[in-house]
């Protein structure tokens, strides 16, 4: 074998198994995939769940797409997670004056009110960032991007969404905590 052969060989190799990866022949796509994670739920009484625990409550999906405080668009994207309104009624519910805090490990917090858990009085933007009348929203705790784990660039393994069955709805993006790992009823 020619010193350019045994040169490029290595060369070779490494592509076919970029090119594997990227074709995504090597993914499995299991539960094995999701990170270790807890969410602890706070109101009337504390419930720690863990991430298999979370993935196992019914489930709801659509399209999340936002927009930064400084304009950047992320999405759209298709997630899925288990609606907030469900998880904050595990931790006892909440009343018409009660707040929601949702923080994550980074010590980023988001205080919702309880119209806001369910869906209500977010702004919603057009693709060119023009206010248009929102249709229904619904605000989940994602555990999986485009069917797949959210990883943890994109805020997993639980992240605040707010979806849409729309896939050209956009919504301001503060309200979308990353790494999320505490929920908490206030009562007023």
């Given at each position: 074998m020619s010193l350019v052969r045994r040169a490029c060989l290595p060369l070779i190799l490494v592509l076919i198994g970029v090119l594997a990866l990227v074709a995504g022949c090597t993914g499995t796509g299991s539960a094995d995939d999701y990170p270790a994670w807890n969410l602890t739920l706070a109101g009337d009484q504390e419930r720690v769940l863990t991430h298999p625990?979370?993935?196992?409550l019914p489930a709801a999906?659509?399209?999340g797409y936002?927009?930064?405080?400084?304009?950047?668009?992320?999405?759209?994207?298709?997630?899925?997670?288990?609606?907030?309104a469900d998880l904050i009624e595990m931790a006892g519910g909440a009343g018409t004056d009660d707040l929601i805090y949702v923080s994550a490990e980074d010590g980023y917090l988001w205080v919702f009110d309880r119209d806001q858990v369910n869906g209500k009085e977010f702004f919603t933007f057009d693709e060119n960032l023009r206010e248009v009348t929102p249709p229904p929203l619904r605000v989940i705790l994602a555990y999986e991007q485009d069917g797949k784990p959210l990883a943890y660039e994109d805020g997993g393994p639980l992240r605040l969404v707010v979806i849409s069955e729309n896939s050209d709805v956009i919504t301001e993006g503060s309200s979308w905590v990353k790494w999320v790992?505490?929920?908490?009823?206030h009562r007023k």
């Open positions: 625990e979370l993935r196992a999906e659509g399209y936002s927009v930064s405080t400084v304009g950047i668009k992320y999405g759209p994207n298709r997630y899925r997670g288990v609606l907030l790992d505490r929920i908490e009823v």
